[in-house]
């Protein structure tokens, strides 16, 4: 079964540093990829999607990932952190034919 | 557009009593999905619904649990009886497109469940 893991439950980056959150997936075959995030008392909210097209992928809030196949990687980047972006970060890949599976999701913390 | 409401946002009741959730998808959303996160662990799928009907419902822990969506409009899970290890944060979502396609889904803000 496609599954994805998240390396780190928790990461702690300085306001302005550089934001890194790795996430990698099991799959014979290049799966949908999708970032979401969980800000405190809300809903997840999709940050961004890969699905085969660009493999740099672009998402809200300057956040970004890259699907690298070689790597089974799709790891989660922003060049400068914002105290806003405290929150939990979640991976999750879509089977084919099959609801989303997520990660075990990690928690960022910004310190000023 | 409205997204997806989940309610109660909160619900603490005693082992062995029945609770029930509701989640009212957007409107058009014929898939709907629900999923829980136990105390911190991953976000577990429990169904899926097409329209009015399980599509899916592979996740389900137990027959404890018993979700429904007459009219395919909005969905209930029910947990009867309730034990401890249910607690946790139950989460709906809805999407346009089916299980294979590439939409993500758009979550509830989920219903946080305490049984005690």
């Known amino acids: 079964a496609q599954s994805v893991t998240q390396l780190g439950s928790h990461v702690s980056v300085s306001e302005g540093a550089l934001v890194l959150l790795r996430c990698n997936y099991s799959?014979?075959?290049?799966?949908?990829l999708f970032w979401y995030v969980q800000y405190p008392n809300q809903g997840l909210q999709l940050l961004l999607k890969y699905t085969s097209a660009a493999t740099l992928v672009k998402g809200i809030n300057g956040f970004e990932a890259e699907f690298k196949k070689s790597e089974t990687s799709f790891h989660l980047t922003k060049p400068s952190a914002h105290m806003s972006d405290a929150a939990e970060y979640f991976c999750a890949v879509r089977p084919g034919g099959r609801a989303l599976t997520f990660g075990s999701g990690t928690r960022l913390q910004v310190q000023p | 557009e409205a997204g997806v409401t989940q309610f109660p946002s909160h619900s603490v009741i005693e082992k062995g009593q029945t609770v029930t959730l509701r989640c009212d998808p957007i409107s058009g959303h014929d898939n709907l999905y629900w999923y829980r996160r136990v105390m911190g662990k991953e976000i577990k799928f429990l169904l899926h619904?097409?329209?009015?009907?399980?599509?899916?419902e592979s996740g389900m822990p137990n027959n404890r649990f018993l979700a429904e969506r007459t009219g395919g409009t909005y969905s209930t899970l029910k947990v009867q009886p309730a034990e401890l290890e249910d607690s946790g944060v139950y989460f709906c979502a809805s999407s346009q497109q089916s299980a294979g396609g590439t939409d993500g889904y758009t979550f509830g803000s989920g219903t946080r469940l305490t049984v005690v």
């Open positions: 619904f097409v329209k009015e009907s399980k599509q899916d």
């Open positions: 799959s014979s075959v290049p799966p949908y």
